[in-house]
């Protein structure tokens, strides 16, 4: 069974982690029409896309991986960009490469949309488990819920749209900002959204992360710049109208409120973690 579905990784020296977020993808029980893998200029002498070649060759008869390979590092923005703008599905589904996917994700997530045709973009629950987990699938509940995002919803709460849960069709007129190199996701959720576009959540955890979503590793480890990147994307929003005062005053508000709730939780978490690294030494 296969969906028209474009699945977009971007890929930035990720030779130990690709492996398992193309492998969760090959094992849908729904298959994409299409993985369109973007290596963003990896400087790690080319292994980076030596794997993306290998794996496109051992899954050559699931179905059809395309690879991109950028000639300048230009961050995840230009990357997701560019496979959005080699897609041929209807519907684009996003995920990183150190992530992965419960093998119904596209079946469950796909089928809604095709159901609710008004619906340009959904997002659902995700998990985060320790990186050396072994991969099991869980068992998903037989009754879940749906909720309708709306700009409000998505204001206030921000677990709502984490990138690898997200699927949007490929018509939006909108793309990831490429001078934002942090919570350029965010920003484009909420434009999309606050452009009177339909998006719904899903409530099932169909996405299994390998890090926190922030404060751990990668881009998202630099907690500080990406509530800068936050606020500046609600700022550009009013700027172009998208929000009004009341909207750009309660969600910058809240966004600061937020990120001291989470600057406490990250540095207990790395003063826990640094305490056990020394225990462990001796």
């Known amino acids: 069974m296969y969906v028209p579905v474009s699945v977009v990784v971007p890929c930035y020296c ?7 977020a193309v492998v969760s993808v090959m094992s849908q029980t729904a298959l994409p029409g299409e993985v369109i893998l973007v290596d963003d200029a990896s400087p ?14 051992r899954f050559r ?33 996003f995920l990183d490469a150190d992530d992965a996917w419960h093998p119904q994700k596209l079946e469950i997530q796909y089928g809604y949309m095709c159901n609710f045709p008004d619906v340009v973009m959904t997002g659902h629950d995700w998990i985060v488990r320790r990186r050396d987990d072994s991969f099991v699938d869980d068992v998903l509940p037989q009754k879940w819920k749906i909720k309708c995002i709306s700009k409000w919803r998505f204001i206030l709460i921000s677990k709502y749209f984490i990138t690898p849960t997200v699927m949007v069709k490929r018509s939006v007129v909108h793309r990831f900002p490429c001078d934002l190199r ?3 996701d965010r920003f484009l959720w909420l434009e999309i959204i ?21 404060g ?13 990147g936050e606020l500046v994307g609600f700022t550009r929003l009013y700027d172009m109208k998208l929000i009004n005062l009341i909207e750009f005053t309660i969600g910058f508000s809240f966004s600061l409120i937020k990120f001291i709730r989470r600057f406490v939780k990250v540095t207990i978490r790395r003063i826990s973690n640094t305490s056990w690294s020394h225990i462990e030494s001796f």
């Open 61 to 93: 008869d699931k179905t059809h991986i395309e690879i991109i390979a950028l000639k300048n590092n230009s961050g995840p923005s230009v990357a997701r960009n560019a496979g959005w703008g080699t897609a041929t599905q209807p519907y684009i589904a």
């Open 44 to 57: 790690d002498h080319g292994r980076t896309l030596s794997k993306l070649q290998e794996l496109q060759e």
């Open 14 to 20: 990720c030779e130990d982690t690709i492996e398992r």
């Open 182 to 184: 942090y919570a350029e």
């Open 194 to 214: 606050s452009d009177n576009n339909k998006a719904a959540y899903i409530d099932l955890p169909l996405t299994y992360l390998f890090k926190a979503p922030y």
């Open 216 to 228: 751990d590793a990668g881009l998202t480890r630099n907690i500080f710049a990406m509530e800068k």
